[in-house]
Protein backbone atom coordinates (compact mmCIF):
# COMPACT_ATOMS: atom_id res chain seq x y z
CA UNK A 1 0.00 0.00 0.00
CA UNK A 2 0.56 3.45 -0.40
CA UNK A 3 1.97 3.49 3.72
CA UNK A 4 4.52 0.49 2.97
CA UNK A 5 7.30 -1.19 1.62
CA UNK A 6 8.38 -4.52 1.44
CA UNK A 7 12.40 -4.54 1.59
CA UNK A 8 14.27 -7.38 1.11
CA UNK A 9 17.08 -8.24 1.87
CA UNK A 10 20.50 -10.39 1.72
CA UNK A 11 22.44 -10.44 5.13
CA UNK A 12 26.83 -11.91 4.84
CA UNK A 13 26.87 -14.04 7.79
CA UNK A 14 30.57 -13.69 8.94
CA UNK A 15 32.84 -15.79 10.89
CA UNK A 16 33.51 -14.52 14.97
CA UNK A 17 36.44 -12.23 14.77
CA UNK A 18 36.51 -12.55 11.02
CA UNK A 19 34.96 -9.82 9.18
CA UNK A 20 35.50 -10.78 5.62
CA UNK A 21 35.29 -14.26 6.41
CA UNK A 22 31.84 -15.40 4.73
CA UNK A 23 30.26 -18.90 6.81
CA UNK A 24 26.66 -18.12 5.31
CA UNK A 25 24.01 -16.14 3.61
CA UNK A 26 20.66 -14.56 5.59
CA UNK A 27 17.47 -13.83 3.45
CA UNK A 28 15.34 -11.54 5.45
CA UNK A 29 12.42 -9.43 4.49
CA UNK A 30 11.80 -6.34 6.26
CA UNK A 31 8.29 -3.93 5.90
CA UNK A 32 9.18 -0.47 6.17
CA UNK A 33 5.81 1.60 7.28
CA UNK A 34 5.47 5.08 7.51
CA UNK A 35 6.09 7.01 11.01
CA UNK A 36 2.68 6.58 12.09
CA UNK A 37 2.35 3.22 11.46
CA UNK A 38 5.24 2.48 12.95
CA UNK A 39 5.85 0.92 16.53
CA UNK A 40 7.60 3.56 18.81
CA UNK A 41 7.70 5.03 22.15
CA UNK A 42 5.46 8.14 22.62
CA UNK A 43 7.06 8.74 26.31
CA UNK A 44 9.26 9.47 26.99
CA UNK A 45 10.48 11.00 23.97
CA UNK A 46 13.94 11.88 25.14
CA UNK A 47 16.12 10.73 27.79
CA UNK A 48 15.23 11.18 31.11
CA UNK A 49 16.55 11.12 35.11
CA UNK A 50 14.18 9.41 37.48
CA UNK A 51 14.24 8.96 41.03
CA UNK A 52 14.80 5.37 42.89
CA UNK A 53 11.21 3.89 43.77
CA UNK A 54 9.68 6.29 41.41
CA UNK A 55 7.02 4.97 38.63
CA UNK A 56 7.56 6.34 34.98
CA UNK A 57 4.97 6.73 32.97
CA UNK A 58 5.34 4.73 29.47
CA UNK A 59 3.56 5.34 26.34
CA UNK A 60 3.72 3.60 22.86
CA UNK A 61 2.43 2.81 19.34
CA UNK A 62 3.04 -1.01 17.86
CA UNK A 63 2.83 -1.11 14.13
CA UNK A 64 -0.36 -2.93 12.46
CA UNK A 65 -2.16 -2.71 16.16
CA UNK A 66 -5.85 -4.36 16.03
CA UNK A 67 -7.96 -1.60 18.34
CA UNK A 68 -9.86 -4.50 19.09
CA UNK A 69 -7.73 -6.58 20.82
CA UNK A 70 -5.96 -6.67 24.03
CA UNK A 71 -1.94 -7.34 23.84
CA UNK A 72 -0.14 -9.09 26.47
CA UNK A 73 2.91 -6.98 27.17
CA UNK A 74 6.34 -7.81 29.24
CA UNK A 75 8.67 -4.61 30.11
CA UNK A 76 12.05 -5.40 31.69
CA UNK A 77 14.98 -2.68 32.34
CA UNK A 78 18.21 -3.14 30.99
CA UNK A 79 20.96 -1.59 32.36
CA UNK A 80 24.04 0.04 30.05
CA UNK A 81 27.31 -1.71 31.36
CA UNK A 82 29.93 0.89 31.60
CA UNK A 83 33.81 1.10 32.18
CA UNK A 84 35.18 -2.78 31.46
CA UNK A 85 35.66 -5.65 28.52
CA UNK A 86 32.19 -6.49 27.71
CA UNK A 87 33.93 -9.56 25.82
CA UNK A 88 31.57 -11.79 28.26
CA UNK A 89 28.73 -10.42 27.08
CA UNK A 90 29.27 -11.61 23.66
CA UNK A 91 25.14 -12.35 23.53
CA UNK A 92 23.96 -9.22 25.00
CA UNK A 93 22.77 -6.38 23.00
CA UNK A 94 25.66 -3.64 22.53
CA UNK A 95 25.58 0.05 22.26
CA UNK A 96 28.67 1.90 21.26
CA UNK A 97 30.76 -1.20 21.67
CA UNK A 98 28.83 -1.39 25.46
CA UNK A 99 26.73 -4.50 26.98
CA UNK A 100 22.98 -3.88 27.88
CA UNK A 101 22.29 -6.38 30.70
CA UNK A 102 19.41 -7.63 32.21
CA UNK A 103 18.42 -5.99 35.57
CA UNK A 104 17.52 -8.93 37.86
CA UNK A 105 13.55 -8.68 38.96
CA UNK A 106 12.84 -5.81 36.79
CA UNK A 107 10.65 -7.52 34.88
CA UNK A 108 6.51 -6.06 34.63
CA UNK A 109 3.36 -6.95 33.03
CA UNK A 110 0.51 -5.33 31.36
CA UNK A 111 -2.62 -6.00 29.58
CA UNK A 112 -4.60 -4.28 27.94
CA UNK A 113 -6.35 -2.63 24.40
CA UNK A 114 -5.30 0.51 22.40
CA UNK A 115 -6.50 3.95 22.97
CA UNK A 116 -6.27 7.00 20.81
CA UNK A 117 -7.66 10.88 22.23
CA UNK A 118 -8.57 11.90 18.16
CA UNK A 119 -9.02 10.77 14.52
CA UNK A 120 -5.70 11.64 13.87
CA UNK A 121 -3.26 10.32 16.53
CA UNK A 122 -2.28 6.50 16.96
CA UNK A 123 -3.90 3.99 18.77
CA UNK A 124 -1.49 4.22 21.90
CA UNK A 125 -0.92 1.64 25.02
CA UNK A 126 -0.31 3.54 28.37
CA UNK A 127 1.59 1.96 31.77
CA UNK A 128 4.07 2.58 34.45
CA UNK A 129 7.38 1.10 35.21
CA UNK A 130 8.50 1.32 39.09
CA UNK A 131 12.29 1.92 38.88
CA UNK A 132 12.39 -0.49 42.11
CA UNK A 133 14.25 -3.52 43.63
CA UNK A 134 17.95 -3.99 41.24
CA UNK A 135 18.10 -0.37 40.32
CA UNK A 136 20.81 1.75 42.09
CA UNK A 137 21.72 5.33 41.85
CA UNK A 138 23.81 6.05 38.53
CA UNK A 139 22.29 3.64 36.53
CA UNK A 140 21.61 4.20 32.87
CA UNK A 141 18.90 2.16 31.21
CA UNK A 142 16.46 0.93 28.66
CA UNK A 143 13.17 -0.39 29.18
CA UNK A 144 12.62 -3.06 26.64
CA UNK A 145 9.04 -3.63 25.32
CA UNK A 146 8.48 -6.83 24.12
CA UNK A 147 4.94 -8.48 22.69
CA UNK A 148 3.51 -11.08 20.41
CA UNK A 149 1.52 -10.51 17.39
CA UNK A 150 0.83 -12.29 14.79
CA UNK A 151 2.56 -15.44 16.26
CA UNK A 152 5.44 -13.07 15.69
CA UNK A 153 7.50 -11.82 19.08
CA UNK A 154 8.56 -7.98 18.47
CA UNK A 155 10.52 -5.93 20.84
CA UNK A 156 11.67 -2.21 21.10
CA UNK A 157 13.77 -0.43 23.44
CA UNK A 158 12.81 3.13 24.98
CA UNK A 159 14.92 5.96 25.39
CA UNK A 160 17.77 6.34 27.90
CA UNK A 161 16.29 6.41 31.23
CA UNK A 162 19.15 7.73 34.37
CA UNK A 163 18.39 6.66 37.90
CA UNK A 164 19.03 9.64 39.55
CA UNK A 165 17.85 13.40 40.37
CA UNK A 166 14.31 12.86 39.00
CA UNK A 167 15.17 15.36 36.83
CA UNK A 168 14.53 15.44 33.04
CA UNK A 169 17.71 15.19 31.10
CA UNK A 170 18.90 17.66 27.98
CA UNK A 171 21.47 17.78 25.17
CA UNK A 172 22.24 20.91 27.24
CA UNK A 173 23.14 19.38 30.66
CA UNK A 174 23.02 15.45 30.61
CA UNK A 175 27.32 14.94 29.70
CA UNK A 176 26.58 11.85 31.56
CA UNK A 177 24.52 9.67 29.16
CA UNK A 178 26.95 10.51 26.39
CA UNK A 179 24.97 13.33 24.74
CA UNK A 180 27.29 16.00 23.37
CA UNK A 181 27.08 19.80 25.41
CA UNK A 182 25.88 22.51 23.34
CA UNK A 183 28.93 24.98 21.95
CA UNK A 184 28.44 28.01 19.84
CA UNK A 185 31.45 28.81 17.40
CA UNK A 186 30.37 32.51 16.49
CA UNK A 187 28.89 35.29 17.90
CA UNK A 188 25.79 36.70 15.95
CA UNK A 189 27.23 39.65 15.18
CA UNK A 190 30.24 37.73 13.48
CA UNK A 191 28.02 35.16 11.64
CA UNK A 192 25.36 38.24 10.63
CA UNK A 193 28.41 39.50 8.97
CA UNK A 194 29.74 36.67 7.25
CA UNK A 195 26.12 35.88 5.87
CA UNK A 196 26.37 39.72 4.77
CA UNK A 197 29.73 39.19 3.40
CA UNK A 198 28.01 36.01 0.71
CA UNK A 199 24.49 38.00 0.35
CA UNK A 200 25.25 38.44 -3.43
CA UNK A 201 25.60 35.07 -3.87
CA UNK A 202 22.78 33.67 -1.94
CA UNK A 203 20.44 36.29 -3.53
CA UNK A 204 20.93 33.79 -7.03
CA UNK A 205 19.48 30.97 -5.61
CA UNK A 206 21.69 28.95 -7.58
CA UNK A 207 22.52 25.96 -5.38
CA UNK A 208 20.62 22.44 -6.50
CA UNK A 209 19.81 19.84 -3.38
CA UNK A 210 19.60 15.93 -3.89
CA UNK A 211 18.03 14.64 -0.97
CA UNK A 212 17.91 10.59 -0.06
CA UNK A 213 16.49 8.87 2.26
CA UNK A 214 17.73 5.40 4.56
CA UNK A 215 17.15 3.00 7.17
CA UNK A 216 19.03 1.18 9.44
CA UNK A 217 17.64 -2.11 10.09
CA UNK A 218 19.01 -4.57 13.26
CA UNK A 219 18.28 -8.28 13.44
CA UNK A 220 19.39 -11.41 16.37
CA UNK A 221 19.85 -14.61 14.98
CA UNK A 222 19.23 -17.28 17.27
CA UNK A 223 20.95 -20.23 15.92
CA UNK A 224 21.67 -21.39 12.21
Same mark, same amino acid.
Given at each position: SGSEMDVPSTIAL *? #?????????? =??????????????????????? *? #?????????? =???ISGVDRAREYDFSMSGYRLQHGQSTRPYTSARKVSGEALLPVASSRQRFRGACKSDSAGSPCSFESTFTFGKGFSLGDQVVIRLSWTSGGIAHEMYSPLFEVGSGRRLSAQSSDSVGLAPARRLWSQAAWDARVDRHAEGCSRRDLRFKVGAGML???????I
Amino acid at each position: SGSEMDVPSTIAL *T #APGQPHVTVA =LATMQAKAVALLDSSLFLQPSGP *T #AVRPGASEKL =LWAISGVDRAREYDFSMSGYRLQHGQSTRPYTSARKVSGEALLPVASSRQRFRGACKSDSAGSPCSFESTFTFGKGFSLGDQVVIRLSWTSGGIAHEMYSPLFEVGSGRRLSAQSSDSVGLAPARRLWSQAAWDARVDRHAEGCSRRDLRFKVGAGMLLRGKVDSI
